[in-house]
């Protein structure tokens, strides 16, 4: 089966397609509240006859940002409407137990993640870090069920900030330093963004691990930032970019 998979955030909306359990390609966007849902099913098919991909049965969406997941729910009724559809939202079946105040407050990408990390997890308690335009850090019990988090700023926000509030600073290429005790501006905002959080991954995972007082914790890294950081932590113990895309592949199957 040919499954078509949009995670859409703040920033990007990554675009995967699986054959069976195989993510076949992917693709990184530019998530524009002002794409129509036309515009989006011409995107969405372009990438899709680039890969040479054979016709789309089920269609599987994660969307965090409002003013887009209209266009998608036309786009899906009006380009898609003979294919078996999940969104990720209230009532959907995920699989995931969330244990918070208001259950319909977590995003719809952290509950495909914490899905993601149950089954590739499964017995064990898991820290999701996600690395985006925010930097989300999702718990994940024994269980698979979804206990909490933490959110913080993600390094682009940052990086924005400090061009638009620094008289003196600008805007910068986001890479490793040569070192943390930088000699140049440039590289102090480097050396502020990269390593400020790797110390920011490694404090807030150290203290989750501490409140669950389990000692094998799977710590899973993934998210459009996330290479950029991972080289300077030492609390993350896998890389998984895909993470939300087999999150959503999941969802399908569970609501197929």
Same mark, same amino acid.
């Given at each position: 089966?040919?499954?078509?998979?949009?995670?859409?955030?703040?920033?990007?909306?990554?675009?995967?397609?699986?054959?069976?359990?195989?993510?076949?390609?992917?693709?990184?966007?530019?998530?524009?509240?002002?794409?129509?849902?036309?515009?989006?099913?011409?995107?969405?098919?372009?990438?899709?006859?680039?890969?040479?991909?054979?016709?789309?049965?089920?269609?599987?969406?994660?969307?965090?940002?409002?003013?887009?997941?209209?266009?998608?729910?036309?786009?899906?009724?009006?380009?898609?409407?003979?294919?078996?559809?999940?969104? +990720?939202?209230? &009532? %959907?079946? #995920?699989?995931?137990?969330?244990?918070?105040?208001?259950? !319909?407050? @977590? $995003?719809?990408?952290?509950?495909?993640?914490?899905?993601?990390?149950?089954?590739?997890?499964?017995?064990?308690?898991?820290?999701? +870090?996600?690395? &985006? %335009?925010? #930097?989300?850090?999702?718990?994940?019990?024994?269980?698979? !069920?979804? @206990? $909490?988090?933490?959110?913080?700023?993600?390094?682009?926000?940052?990086?924005?900030?400090?061009?638009?509030?620094?008289?003196?600073?600008?805007?910068?290429?986001?890479?490793?330093?040569?070192?943390?005790?930088?000699?140049?501006?440039?590289?102090?905002?480097?050396?502020?963004?990269?390593?400020?959080?790797?110390?920011?991954?490694?404090?807030?995972?150290?203290?989750?691990?501490?409140?669950?007082?389990?000692?094998?914790?799977?710590?899973?890294?993934?998210?459009?930032?996330?290479?950029?950081?991972?080289?300077?932590?030492?609390?993350?113990?896998?890389?998984?970019?895909?993470?939300?895309?087999?999150?959503?592949?999941?969802?399908?199957?569970?609501?197929?």
């Amino acid at each position: 089966m040919t499954l078509l998979c949009l995670d859409v955030r703040n920033s990007q909306t990554v675009v995967g397609v699986f054959d069976g359990d195989e993510l076949t390609a992917s693709w990184r966007v530019a998530s524009l509240d002002t794409r129509t849902a036309d515009e989006w099913h011409l995107l969405i098919e372009g990438l899709l006859a680039q890969h040479a991909a054979g016709p789309v049965e089920a269609v599987a969406l994660a969307c965090t940002v409002p003013a887009i997941l209209h266009e998608m729910r036309l786009l899906l009724e009006h380009h898609y409407a003979r294919c078996a559809v999940s969104i +990720v939202e209230p &009532g %959907t079946r #995920t699989g995931v137990s969330i244990l918070m105040d208001n259950p !319909r407050e @977590v $995003g719809a990408d952290r509950i495909v993640n914490a899905a993601a990390a149950g089954v590739l997890y499964a017995g064990r308690p898991c820290i999701v +870090v996600d690395l &985006g %335009t925010a #930097t989300t850090f999702d718990v994940v019990d024994a269980q698979g !069920r979804y @206990v $909490g988090g933490a959110i913080s700023a993600g390094i682009g926000i940052s990086l924005d900030a400090l061009a638009r509030r620094g008289a003196q600073l600008r805007s910068v290429e986001l890479v490793r330093p040569r070192g943390v005790v930088a000699k140049n501006t440039v590289e102090a905002i480097q050396s502020g963004m990269v390593f400020g959080f790797a110390g920011l991954v490694d404090g807030i995972v150290t203290r989750m691990v501490a409140a669950l007082g389990a000692e094998d914790v799977a710590v899973v890294a993934t998210g459009s930032n996330a290479d950029v950081v991972l080289g300077e932590c030492t609390t993350v113990t896998a890389h998984v970019p895909d993470l939300t895309l087999i999150g959503l592949r999941i969802v399908a199957e569970r609501n197929s």
